[in-house]
């Protein structure tokens, strides 16, 4: 299994401003996810992590508000931009070795927006 | 795009009862994992299980594929088994996983 390293674990931050979260993997992977999970709800795909090319974002996420950096196999960033209290959620990195293999999962990051 | 549905959406168990959690899914997959989210907001993974049955202590799963379900099995509940059980699942061609809304289990001393 991979060891997943996500920072910060959790942060209280005000409403306008911006905040990077970082996923490191102690080994390289295929694939890299980024997902939300509001308050008392299920996890929601964002983007897919693409290395050296532009994030492949799912509908009702744009790059605008949550821009994502792959610069390499074993390293993610998702920033979400100009937070808003709707923005309060815990987002999760994710990575599989290989396409439509076991999926692996940081321990999040829990944003509260104020 | 597929439809994941996880039953019961709450378990409130006494500590040594067993339990059977449900995922039904809407088209054909080729992924399926299940889950355990603590309270502190970690997934845990439980088993990958596209197929067939698998145990790991006192959990266990199946998969029936063609009958596009999937069961979770938790024997002699504990309380540190209480959390949201989800069900998640990928297609051919789309590497993504599409959670189901979870089950809430509260496991009781």
């Known amino acids: 299994s991979a060891v997943i390293s996500q920072k910060p674990s959790r942060d209280i931050c005000q409403r306008g401003t911006s905040l990077t979260i970082q996923c490191q993997v102690d080994?390289?992977?295929?694939?890299m996810f980024w997902y939300r999970q509001q308050p008392g709800q299920s996890l929601t795909l964002i983007a897919t992590?693409?290395?050296?090319?532009?994030?492949?974002?799912e509908s009702g996420f744009v790059i605008d508000k949550f821009p994502i950096s792959r610069p390499n196999l074993t390293f993610s960033t998702l920033t979400v931009s100009n937070m808003s209290p709707e923005d309060s959620s815990i987002y999760l990195c994710?990575?599989?070795?290989?396409?439509?293999?076991?999926?692996?999962f940081g321990q999040g990051t829990r944003l509260t927006v104020v | 795009g597929i439809q994941v549905e996880q039953s019961p959406p709450d378990l409130i168990l006494q500590e040594g009862a067993n339990s059977t959690l449900r995922c039904n899914f809407s088209?054909?997959?080729?992924?399926l994992q299940w889950f355990h989210q603590n309270p502190w907001g970690q997934l845990i993974n439980l088993f990958y299980?596209?197929?067939g049955t698998k145990q790991n202590g006192r959990l266990s799963a199946t998969t029936v594929a063609t009958e596009r379900y999937s069961l979770l099995y938790i024997s002699s509940s504990q309380t540190t088994d209480s959390g949201v059980y989800f069900c998640?699942?990928?297609?051919?061609?789309?590497?993504?996983?599409?959670f189901g809304k979870g089950t809430k289990l509260t496991v009781n001393p």
């Open positions: 994710s990575v599989e070795y290989s396409k439509n293999t076991e999926a692996f």
């Open positions: 080994s390289q992977v295929t694939m």
């Open positions: 992590a693409n290395q050296g090319s532009e994030a492949t974002y």
């Open positions: 088209d054909s997959v080729n992924n």
């Open positions: 299980i596209p197929s």
């Open positions: 998640a699942v990928g297609q051919g061609g789309s590497e993504k996983l599409v």
